[in-house]
């Protein structure tokens, strides 16, 4: 498993606002699960230059791989191209593989005019095929610019994932395993995590706590390496029980 973080960075008003509901970051995280990979952190932000760009020189400078959705149209609310050559203080410039692209999907010269800022990208980017209409994204710095529609944004993140990161795939290498302490309160055993998380400091311990009326429980879940969480899941119910706790299978998550 590389040990690479993954970033999503959604952009767009009309999702803090609730007049959309985000589909991206259920996705992502699915499309990189399927590749033995997971997502390190999401960002949502509307359609503001200074936030944007503020935003993106933190994400550049960290050298996580981070996708970003929304906001590269040709309409003065897309602000995601001029953002991204701000974070960097690089220039915006038509980009000639763009261009090809459009002069493909829309005939030569490309009409209207203003159908060109599109292919408006920071300079040194490369472009990103969309295979729904041509029309591409772009990348620099390994971050990777794509449309907030969701019919062009993920297959373009796809194309990324399985064209530049195939060697960092995993499938199966990772897995998560939870079981549920029933009768129990967080405070009976954060001394068993605290001794837990020292000991197998390659995985990822989580404690959700639930009430119900008149009783506690807890769901104790372990996730990374495959062959880890297994053996550590045995010590962990054995934990458990030495606390005189009775654990169950944890229930699968809802869809």
């Known amino acids: 498993m590389s040990e690479r973080r993954f970033g999503l960075i959604v952009i767009g008003d009309e999702l ?3 007049k959309r509901q985000d589909k991206h970051l259920t996705k992502l995280i ?5 590749r033995g990979l997971e997502l390190s952190w999401c960002r949502f ?3 503001d230059a200074d936030l944007a760009s503020r935003a993106l020189r933190e994400s550049f400078a960290s050298g996580d791989i981070v996708f970003s959705c929304g906001g590269i149209g040709a309409t003065p609310d897309d602000r995601t191209r001029m953002s991204a050559a701000a974070a960097l203080g690089v220039g915006l410039e038509r980009h000639s593989d ?4 459009l002069e493909a999907r829309f005939g030569r010269p490309v009409a209207p005019s203003q159908r060109l800022r599109l292919i408006e990208f920071p300079e040194g980017s490369q472009i990103i095929p969309n295979p729904v209409n041509r029309v591409p994204g772009f990348s ?3 971050h990777y610019f794509v449309p907030g529609f969701p019919n062009m944004a993920w297959p373009m993140i796809e194309w990324v994932l399985d064209t530049v990161y195939a060697p960092l795939h995993a499938p199966g290498a990772r897995t998560e395993q939870a079981i549920t302490v029933l009768n129990a309160r967080e405070s009976d055993v954060i001394p068993l995590m605290e001794e837990f998380v020292v000991c197998h400091p390659e995985l990822r311990l989580s404690c959700l706590p639930a009430t119900h009326p008149g009783r506690y429980q807890l769901e ?7 062959a880890a969480v297994s053996a550590a899941m045995q010590e962990l119910k054995a934990g458990v029980e030495a606390l005189d706790l009775v654990w169950k299978p944890a229930e699968p998550p809802q869809p």
């Open 140 to 142: 620099i710095h390994e």
């Open 16 to 18: 803090l606002s609730g």
């Open 30 to 34: 699915e499309l990189l699960a399927v």
């Open 220 to 226: 104790l879940g372990l996730r990374g390496p495959s």
């Open 98 to 101: 763009g261009v090809r692209e």
């Open 45 to 47: 932000i509307g359609d």
